[in-house]
C-alpha cells in the first residue's frame, strides 16, 4: 500500500507566504506526476500544479508566479510554494502522485488533504 502525508496547512494573512509538503511512502517503485489540487467550499475540486519525474511544471493561470511546484524524487516528496497568498486561494489542498508499485502496475493516490486559511 501506498500512503501520502501532507504537511504545512494554516492560517496566513493575505500577501503571507506558505509551504505544503507532501511526502509519498509504502511499496514504491517509482512516481509519475506528482501535484497539487485544492477544494474550496462548495466547489469543485481544481488542479494548482503539476510536475513531472522529469521536472516539467504546469500551473493554473490563478496561480501563475505566485506558485512554486517542486520534488525531490530521492524522498518521493512533492512541494508547494505558495506566495502573494489571496483569500480566494483559501481551501482544502490535496496532494497527487502517479505512483508504480511494479513498472507496469501505475495507481493513482490522493492524500487526505490539509486546510489553507487566508484572511483579508
Known amino acids: 500500500q501506498v500512503q501520502l502525508v501532507e504537511s504545512g496547512g494554516g492560517l496566513v494573512q493575505a500577501g503571507g507566504s506558505l509551504r505544503l509538503s507532501c511526502a509519498a511512502s509504502g511499496s514504491i517503485f517509482s512516481i509519475d506526476d506528482m501535484g497539487w489540487y485544492r477544494q474550496a467550499p462548495e466547489k469543485q475540486r481544481e488542479l494548482v500544479a503539476t510536475i513531472t519525474s522529469g521536472g516539467s511544471v504546469n500551473y493554473a493561470d490563478s496561480v501563475k508566479g505566485r506558485f512554486t511546484i517542486s520534488r525531490d524524487n530521492a524522498k518521493n516528496t512533492v512541494y508547494l510554494q505558495m506566495n502573494s497568498l489571496k483569500p480566494e486561494d483559501t481551501a482544502v489542498y490535496y496532494c497527487?502522485?502517479?505512483?508504480?508499485?511494479?513498472?507496469?502496475?501505475?495507481?493513482?493516490?490522493w492524500g487526505q488533504g490539509t486546510q489553507v486559511t487566508v484572511s483579508s
Open positions: 497527487n502522485a502517479a505512483v508504480r508499485r511494479t513498472w507496469y502496475q501505475l495507481t493513482n493516490y
